[in-house]
C-alpha cells in the first residue's frame, strides 16, 4: 500500500492526477458528496442550534468502507476535493465520515490539474477552511428548510406533487415577469426610412434617416418631397477608435458564450467544461473571478508572441464587477497556450476552442479602427440622410476572437467608400418601411444567467443546477413556436415614382426561448402574494451576499438561519391555515346554451375549461386545454371551440373515427390507433376525408417492408429520428444507410447489430424471475425487472452480483402495496359476516 492516499471527488479527475504523482501515492474517488442531509425528513434542528443531521447514502456506503480502509493504511491521507464552497464541505464530510486523524490529514486545492499544479498544492497543505464549510451549509440548509416547508402548503393550496426553491422560484419569478411584460405589450408601428446612394465613382453605400415617421401618410409625403430632389455630401468625420477585448471567461460569461456561438444549453456547457478540467485541459470552470495568474500572462505573451508576433501582445489583468468573486483565484483558461486545439470529443474540443481564443484575445492588442460618419443633405427639404462605415486598420485581437451580443437588433457597421464634402451623389432608391416596436425579448438560458448575476442571485455552482430543475418540474419549457406570419407595407420610390407594397415576416417566434407555463405562473403568484419577502430579489441577492460573509469568517451561520426562521416559519404556518387556494381561474363569460359561467383554471389534470360552477344543480361540464394553449392567453371563442371535441366523424373500415385532443396534442382515433395530426391542424376543422387521408398514409407507413425470422419489420420517423421495428424492438437508422431506399440486406444487417449490441449489453439474465442486469451509460449499470429500471452507482461490481442481490436492488424501485386497502377489505368481510 502507497505511503499517501489522495481523495477527490471524480474518476476522472483521479485517473488525470494520477499520472502526475509517483508510486508512493494512490488517489481514489469519493463519486462527489458521501454525506448529505436525508431524503425523507428535514433532517434541521430547527428547535436548536439548525445543526444538519448529515447520513451516508445507500449507494455511497461501499465507498465509504473502501476510503476508510485505504486511510487506515495510509501515512498521510491528501484531501484534494475541488477549491469552493462545496469541495470544501466534500472535505470536511470525507474527514469526519472517514474519522481521520488531524494529524495525518492535509488539505490541498488547485485550480487546474497539471504536474507544476499538483505539485504546487503538495508543497502547501493547509487545513481544511471551516469558514467555506459554514457557508456551504447555511446554504444547504436554508434552501432544505425553505423547499421543505414551503412545498407541503403548494401542495394543499395549489397542487399535489408541486416543490419550491430559494433561488430556483426566483429564476421562475423573472420568467413569468418577463411573459407578461410581452402578453400586455402593443406595438406601435411607424415608418423607417432607408436610401441606397452612388458616389461620382458609381461605389454604392447604404443610408438612412435619423428618425421614424409615425404615420404611412407622413411617409408617403416624405417619399413626394425627394421625388425631384438633388443629394450632395453636407459633412463628412472621420475618427480614429480602437475596440479592446473581453475579460477571459467566468461561469457565467462561458455560458452565455456558448449558447450563443455554439448553441449549447448551460448544462452542456458546464458538463463539457467539467470534462476539460479533469482531463487537465482547462482551470477550473466554477468561478466569478476574470483574474489571470501571472504565469499565465506570460504563457499567453510568448504564444501570441510566437503566433502572430509581438505587435499583437498586450498583457492586461482584468478586475471582476462581482462583489464576492472568491469562489477561484483564476478565469477559465487553458492550461497550456501552446495547444490551440484538444484532441477530445467535439462537444469538448469546440468549447476548448472558445475558451482558448477568449483568454489568448484577452492578452492581445487593442483592434485600431477608423470610423467615418457622412451626412447628406437634399435639395428639397431639412431632413438629412447619415451613413456610418468602420475600416480595421489594425486587427489585433480580432484576429483571434469576436464576443458575441445577444441583441437580435444589432447591425453590423461596413465600410464606406472614399467621398468627400460637396460631392454631389445619385439616389437609387429610398424606401419607407413600416416597423414595429418590440416587447422585450423572453430569456434564453444564457440570458437568465446574465440577469440572475446581474442581479447578485446565486453563485457559478448554481446556475445549471437552478436552470435545469425549473425545467424537470415543469414550471418553465423551451419555446417551440416558429412564430406567425405578420403583413407589412413599405413605400418605395424609384425613378421618381412612389410605389406601395405589402410584405410579411415571421415575428413572435419563441423556440428555444424560456417560457413560463401555467403552473408556473400560478405557483409563482401565489408564492409572491404569500411569500413576497422569498421571492423578493433583493432579499435573494442579500441572503447571497450573507453567504458571503460567513465564508470570509465574518457572520455566524447559525445566527444568520435563527434570525431568517423566526419570521419565515410563523408566515408558512398562517398561509397553510389561512391562505385560499390557488387554481388560476379566469371567467371568460357566459355558456348561451346554458347561461352558465365560462372560466379556465387548472385542474386535477392540467388546465382546463369549464362550464358551470360547483354550486349549480347540474355537474359543470369540462374540457382540456391543448399543450399550445394557455390558461392566461386562451380566448371565450377558443376555450368553447374545445368543447366540439371529441367529435365523431363517421366510420371507415369497421371502425368509428374519431378526432380529439390529447397531451401531447390533436390526435385522430382510429379503432385501437392514434395518428397525431400535423402541427398547427385545428382538430375541430378535420373532416372525414383528412382524417381517412393520415389512416392510410398510417396504414402505409405501418405496412410490413421486409420479414426477418418470420417477423415482420416496419419503417417509422420518431421523435429522434427514422427507425424499423422488427420484434418490438425500435432500431435507429443512421444516416450510412439511404432511408428511403432501405435494401433487404440493409435491413437484416440493421437487426443483427441490434441484436448483437443487446446480447453485449447483457451482463447477468435470470429468465424464470424476469431478472437482468445490463450494460448503461457513463459505465453504469442497470438491474432491470419489466417495467423496473434500477440504475446502480459506478462503485458496485455487477460481474459476481447473485440473483438475491439484484432482487434486493429491484425492491428499492418496487411500487409498495398499499395495507389500507387490505384493511378495507377484511372490514367489508366481517360486516357480511354479522
Not at 428618425?211 to 459633412?235: C, M, R
Request: net charge neutral; glycine share 6%; no cysteine.
Amino acid at each position: 500500500m502507497p505511503k499517501n492516499l489522495v481523495i477527490v471527488e471524480s474518476p476522472a479527475k483521479a485517473k488525470t492526477i494520477e499520472k502526475f504523482l509517483g508510486k508512493d501515492f494512490k488517489v481514489e474517488s469519493s463519486f462527489g458528496h458521501i454525506a448529505d442531509l436525508p431524503s425523507k425528513e428535514l433532517g434541521v434542528d430547527v428547535e436548536g442550534d439548525f445543526k444538519p443531521k448529515y447520513q451516508v447514502s445507500k449507494d455511497k456506503k461501499d465507498v465509504v468502507k473502501k476510503l476508510k480502509e485505504l486511510a487506515k493504511k495510509a501515512e498521510t491521507v491528501w484531501l484534494a476535493s475541488d477549491e469552493d464552497r462545496e469541495g470544501e464541505a466534500i472535505a470536511w464530510h470525507l474527514a469526519e465520515t472517514l474519522g481521520l486523524d488531524k494529524a495525518k490529514t492535509k488539505r490541498i486545492v488547485f485550480h487546474e490539474i497539471t504536474k507544476s499544479a499538483i505539485n504546487k498544492a503538495i508543497e502547501n497543505p493547509r487545513g481544511i477552511d471551516y469558514d467555506l464549510v459554514d457557508a456551504q451549509q447555511a446554504r444547504r440548509v436554508l434552501d432544505r428548510i425553505v423547499g421543505y416547508e414551503l412545498s407541503p402548503v403548494l401542495w394543499r393550496k395549489v397542487k399535489g406533487g408541486l416543490s419550491a426553491g430559494r433561488v430556483q422560484s426566483v429564476s421562475v419569478r423573472l420568467i413569468v415577469e418577463r411573459e407578461r411584460e410581452i402578453i400586455d405589450f402593443t406595438p406601435q408601428a411607424s415608418y423607417r426610412i432607408d436610401a441606397e446612394f452612388s458616389n461620382e465613382d458609381g461605389q454604392t453605400f447604404k443610408a438612412k434617416l435619423p428618425k421614424n415617421f409615425a404615420t404611412k401618410e407622413e411617409a408617403y409625403q416624405f417619399l413626394e418631397t425627394n421625388a425631384k430632389a438633388s443629394f450632395k455630401v453636407s459633412d463628412l468625420e472621420k475618427k480614429p477608435a480602437k475596440k479592446s477585448p473581453a475579460a477571459p471567461f467566468t461561469t457565467s460569461t462561458l455560458q452565455q458564450e456558448a449558447s450563443r456561438k455554439l448553441g449549447f444549453s448551460v448544462s452542456r456547457t458546464m458538463s463539457n467544461a467539467q470534462r476539460l478540467y479533469e482531463a487537465g485541459l482547462i482551470t477550473y470552470m466554477r468561478t466569478d473571478s476574470v483574474n489571470l495568474s501571472d504565469e499565465a500572462r506570460k504563457g499567453a505573451q510568448a504564444e501570441i508572441e510566437d503566433a502572430y508576433g509581438s505587435k499583437f501582445s498586450k498583457p492586461r489583468n482584468y478586475k471582476g464587477k462581482s462583489k464576492g468573486a472568491q469562489e477561484a483565484h483564476e478565469a477559465i483558461r487553458p492550461t497550456d497556450f501552446k495547444l490551440h486545439t484538444a484532441d477530445v470529443e467535439r462537444d469538448q474540443a469546440r468549447l476548448y476552442d472558445l475558451i482558448w481564443k477568449r483568454a489568448i484575445a484577452s492578452q492581445m492588442s487593442d483592434a485600431q479602427l477608423e470610423r467615418t460618419n457622412v451626412k447628406i443633405e437634399a435639395s428639397t427639404h431639412n431632413e438629412t440622410f447619415s451613413a456610418n462605415g468602420e475600416v480595421i486598420t489594425f486587427e489585433g485581437f480580432l484576429k483571434v476572437y469576436l464576443e458575441g451580443t445577444d441583441d437580435e437588433d444589432t447591425e453590423q457597421e461596413g465600410m464606406l467608400p472614399a467621398m468627400k464634402v460637396n460631392e454631389t451623389l445619385l439616389n437609387s432608391y429610398i424606401t419607407a418601411t413600416e416597423r414595429f416596436s418590440r416587447a422585450p425579448y423572453r430569456y434564453t438560458e444564457a440570458s437568465l444567467v446574465k440577469q440572475l448575476e446581474e442581479l447578485g442571485i446565486g453563485r457559478p455552482s448554481t446556475y445549471a443546477p437552478t436552470i435545469s430543475t425549473i425545467q424537470n418540474r415543469n414550471y418553465v419549457e423551451k419555446g417551440s413556436n416558429e412564430g406567425e406570419v405578420r403583413e407589412y407595407s413599405q413605400l418605395l420610390l424609384q425613378e421618381g415614382k412612389v410605389t406601395d407594397k405589402q410584405l410579411s415576416e415571421k415575428v413572435n417566434s419563441d423556440k428555444g426561448k424560456l417560457v413560463p407555463t401555467d403552473i408556473g405562473m400560478i405557483v409563482t403568484d401565489f408564492l409572491v402574494n404569500h411569500f413576497g419577502n422569498i421571492l423578493d430579489y433583493n432579499f435573494t441577492a442579500k441572503v447571497e451576499a450573507d453567504f458571503d460573509e460567513i465564508a470570509e469568517g465574518k457572520e455566524d451561520w447559525t445566527k444568520m438561519m435563527k434570525e431568517f426562521y423566526k419570521s419565515f416559519h410563523p408566515r408558512v404556518e398562517d398561509v397553510q391555515e389561512n391562505a385560499d387556494r390557488e387554481s388560476g381561474e379566469r371567467v371568460l363569460g357566459t355558456d348561451p346554451k346554458t347561461g352558465k359561467q365560462v372560466s379556465v383554471r387548472l385542474g386535477k389534470f392540467g388546465p382546463m375549461v369549464q362550464i358551470g360552477t360547483v354550486d349549480d344543480e347540474e355537474k359543470p361540464q369540462f374540457a382540456s386545454l391543448s399543450p399550445d394553449q394557455q390558461l392566461t392567453t386562451i380566448t371565450y371563442e377558443e376555450a368553447m371551440e374545445l368543447f366540439k371535441l371529441p367529435k365523431q366523424l363517421g366510420t371507415y373500415e369497421g371502425e368509428t373515427i374519431e378526432v380529439n385532443n390529447g397531451r401531447f396534442g390533436p390526435y385522430v382515433k382510429f379503432g385501437k390507433k392514434y395518428i397525431s395530426l400535423p402541427k398547427g391542424t385545428n382538430p375541430t376543422d378535420v373532416e372525414m376525408d383528412q382524417a381517412v387521408e393520415l389512416i392510410k398514409e398510417k396504414q402505409k407507413a405501418d405496412a410490413p417492408i421486409y420479414t426477418y425470422k418470420e417477423l415482420p419489420v416496419q419503417k417509422g420517423k420518431g421523435r429522434f429520428g427514422p427507425f424499423i421495428k422488427w420484434n418490438n424492438m425500435f432500431i435507429n437508422v443512421n444516416k450510412k444507410y439511404d432511408w428511403d431506399n432501405l435494401s433487404d440486406s440493409d435491413i437484416v444487417e440493421l437487426i443483427e447489430d441490434k441484436i448483437q449490441k443487446e446480447k453485449d449489453k447483457l451482463i447477468h439474465h435470470w429468465e424464470e424471475e424476469g431478472i437482468r442486469v445490463e450494460k448503461a451509460r457513463w459505465g453504469r449499470h442497470n438491474v432491470i425487472k419489466g417495467k423496473v429500471k434500477v440504475e446502480l452507482p459506478k462503485t458496485v461490481d455487477v460481474s459476481e452480483m447473485t440473483l438475491e442481490e439484484a432482487k434486493a436492488h429491484i425492491e428499492t424501485k418496487a411500487p409498495k402495496k398499499k395495507a389500507a386497502a387490505k384493511k378495507k377489505t377484511t372490514k367489508k368481510k366481517t360486516a357480511t359476516k354479522k
